[in-house]
């Protein structure tokens, strides 16, 4: 079976353009999560959705980032009028998760490179 | 909330020498523990984790971390590194209410030397 997309692979834009990065995980897996990963640092979380539960948006940074899961599969994570500090690596993980459980390995996709000039 | 802080964001080491990553986190209730590699132009995976049990986790590749709950500590170490452990490598936690949501430090960068 194949495992986490993300497409593109790299996005180039300009300052104050919209972006959709796009991630198709890991078929029945249940959890999807996007962090960013801007150069030297750590990944940052941005949202989590959890099958049908209301997503955790707790780590979008303004109300320029949203995000959405069709289907409980297929998530978009729009960027609308991008700044320079939103150049980053854009990762996309998902999961299996067990009701009450935790624990599970992430897999993760190659992520998106995103550049604003 | 849970925090993590990798005391050392680079970390050079000769081939053949052994290697110890220090990761510590905090957090106000009961966690669970991973270490993640991401290898050059590759994406994350997994290489251990700790949910309970014995405190002592083997990995793959060869690495293991010791989880010590008074220190709040979960620092990686491999007794014999190889040219193909130069990677970024990232310890992470979650709350064990908190389902997968993971929190991530700084990050360790290792390179091996021949």
């Known amino acids: 079976g194949a495992g986490v997309s993300q497409s593109p692979s790299n996005k180039v834009t300009e300052k104050g353009k919209d972006v959709e990065l796009r991630c198709d995980p890991i078929s029945g897996h249940t959890a999807l999560y996007w962090y960013r990963q801007s150069l030297g640092q750590g990944l940052e979380f941005l949202i989590y959705?959890?099958?049908?539960?209301?997503?955790?948006k707790s780590g979008l940074p303004s109300d320029r980032f949203s995000a959405e899961r069709t289907g409980g599969s297929v998530s978009t994570l729009t960027i609308q009028r991008t700044q320079q500090e939103d150049s980053a690596v854009y990762l996309c993980?998902?999961?299996?998760?067990?009701?009450?459980?935790?624990?599970?390995?992430?897999?993760f996709g190659s992520g998106t490179q995103l550049s604003v000039l | 909330a849970q925090s993590v802080t990798q005391l050392d964001s680079q970390v050079p080491v000769f081939e053949e020498a052994p290697v110890e990553l220090r990761c510590n986190y905090s957090?106000?209730?009961?966690?669970?523990l991973f270490w993640y590699v991401q290898y050059p132009n590759q994406g994350l995976q997994l290489l251990l984790k700790?949910?309970?049990?014995?405190?002592l986790v083997k990995g793959i590749n060869g690495f293991e971390a010791e989880f010590n709950k008074s220190q709040t500590s979960f620092h990686l170490r491999k007794p014999s590194v190889h040219i193909s452990d130069t990677a970024e490598y990232f310890c992470a936690v979650t709350a064990k209410a908190a389902g997968n949501k993971l929190t991530f430090g700084g990050g360790t960068r290792v390179l091996v030397k021949p």
């Open positions: 957090s106000s209730v009961s966690v669970y």
């Open positions: 959705f959890q099958g049908n539960s209301a997503p955790d």
């Open positions: 700790y949910l309970s049990g014995s405190t």
């Open positions: 993980a998902s999961s299996e998760e067990r009701p009450g459980g935790g624990g599970e390995k992430l897999f």
